[in-house]
């Protein structure tokens, strides 16, 4: 199966990413698709502007006091599988983990049950002089679980033993950083933003194939790519294959991200994801 992914940003509308070998003979050109959203309108919150205490002599540093467990069981009866998730994250002055974002991920449901137990999880913050401060961390998760398939087809996804997380300070972290708010507004968007020394876009950083069943086709998404790097479709612009569509359709939802950043403050984007599949 050969296989290519590309991705555009409203403002861009930009190549980032192939994946899979070339074919040998030139490319088609590529169909003019309608510019996702139709409309670009930058609406982003103010941030929360912070100090970052990482390395600071005398800092004690932060401890996870509460981690929700999701629900444990040994028996399997649906398919095995294991992982580990890397994200990036600040323990605020309240001890709320802020700015989680994927680092390194594997592109399937592990990746959603992680980012869901740290944004879960509380601290007991880090401490100067007596008084609570923020530092960046980083976390690796690591998960056994068992997805078992659903009657409707959904899955779901079980612990087969308890989770390990191992927690690590930020090297070469910034003084300062702009914390996202919690939640982020409904409305918020990064579509009119330029790339530039305040604004990088989102980047893919983990995706995964799916069995085509010997089928081919193209097609093209309206995405939202949200502040913690989950790309979530809001619209198909292009299918050539109605019978590959779902799975084209969650070979995009699986893919995960860097989000944008705003002044190092992680922000919601729209994309347009293509994806061209060939047995």
Known sequence: MRLRL???NCALAAVIIAIAASAQ???????????????RVSNLPQPQHIRLYN?????????LITSETPSLSSVCKGTK???????????????????????QALANQIDLLALQILLDSRFQPALLNGSPVSVGRDVAIRLQVCIEESPDGTG?????????????????????????????????????????????????????SLDPHGMSGNFAFGVLVDEHGLGHIEK???????????????MIQNVRHTPAMKDGMPVPLHLTERLEINP
């Open 6 to 8: 590309r991705h555009l």
């Open 25 to 39: 003979k030139p490319p088609a050109a590529t169909p003019q698709l309608p510019r996702y959203p139709e409309t």
């Open 236 to 250: 198909v612009l292009q299918s050539t294959n109605p019978k590959l569509l779902p799975i084209a359709a969650m």
């Open 156 to 208: 779901k996804i079980r612990l087969r033993s308890p989770k390990t997380e191992k927690f690590n300070d930020w090297r070469h972290a910034p003084a300062e950083a702009n914390l996202a708010p919690v939640p982020m507004p409904a409305d918020a968007l990064a579509d009119g933003e330029n790339i530039g020394p305040d604004f990088s876009d989102a980047k893919d950083i983990a995706h995964k």
């Open 55 to 63: 390395g600071a002599s005398g800092l004690v540093e932060p401890v």
């Open 81 to 103: 599988d294991s992982g580990s998730v890397t994200l990036s994250f600040i323990v605020d002055d309240n001890g709320l983990p802020r700015n989680v974002v994927f680092k």
